[in-house]
């Protein structure tokens, strides 16, 4: 296993995290982990360690605008019949590496063999929803698919992690109210004083920046 699949390996419990936020919604658990999954290998593929964020706070939003897209879609995403052929080759391919090798082939592997960037690969994959394991190392579990519990704390990171992507999207002034009303608990009148503003001006902009998080942390 490379470097790459390792790190999508260890983060797929944020998949599990960010699907569960959608249970019950009109979309199959499995389709939902299936974009997830696809968003996860977008976030690693283009994250870059020079913004001085964590990986997992990238890959948040990123896992969860593939979910949010089949929502957009009505629950099916368009297979385009360049892909609909790729899908098919990566089915060829799969079985012949299996015959070879005994395993199923990794993202990596399919795009090195298919000379194939890894994201068309793994879009592929999804739109045919194949049984291939995104990260599989090909060891004694080769034929185990990959399902990772999560704990209630990992449903509390990422609804952390959406917060704090929205929180960036706010303006310094709009920051320092949330910040003052949600963060230090002051009352509108002493946010008020502390901004040089009027209580009623703060209450105004507070359900102005409320109704705005709202919108963005909502499908």
Do not use: W
């Not at 959608?22 to 696809?38: K, Q």
């Not at 964020?53 to 948040?60: D, I, K, N, R």
């Not at 704390?153 to 706010?170: G, Q």
């Amino acid at each position: 296993m490379n470097e790459r699949d390792k790190i999508v390996e260890d983060n797929l419990a944020l998949v599990h995290a960010c699907c569960k936020r959608f249970r019950n919604r009109g979309i199959e658990y499995e389709e939902l982990f299936s974009a997830g999954c696809v968003g996860l290998v977008k976030a690693v593929n283009n994250f870059n360690p020079d913004l001085k964020l964590q990986l997992s706070t990238y890959a948040v939003p990123v896992i969860l605008g593939e979910i949010k897209r089949l929502f957009r879609d009505g629950g099916s995403v368009k297979v385009s019949r360049s892909l609909k052929e790729l899908s098919l080759k990566i089915n060829r391919e799969t079985q012949a590496f299996q015959d070879k090798f005994g395993r199923s082939p990794t993202v990596s592997e399919l795009s090195k063999n298919l000379c194939v960037p890894e994201e068309k690969v793994a879009d592929a994959i999804n739109a045919s929803r194949y049984p291939i394991s995104l990260t599989n190392s090909g060891e004694d579990d080769e034929n185990r698919q990959i399902d990772l519990p999560t704990d209630d704390i990992m449903d509390k990171l990422t609804e952390k992690l959406a917060l704090s992507e929205v929180i960036n999207l706010l303006s310094n002034d709009d920051k320092k109210i949330i910040e003052l009303r949600y963060f230090k608990f002051q009352t509108q009148s002493e946010t008020a004083k502390v901004l040089n503003m009027t209580q009623v001006q703060v209450s105004r902009r507070e359900k102005k920046i409320l109704t705005f998080m709202r919108e963005k942390l909502s499908v």
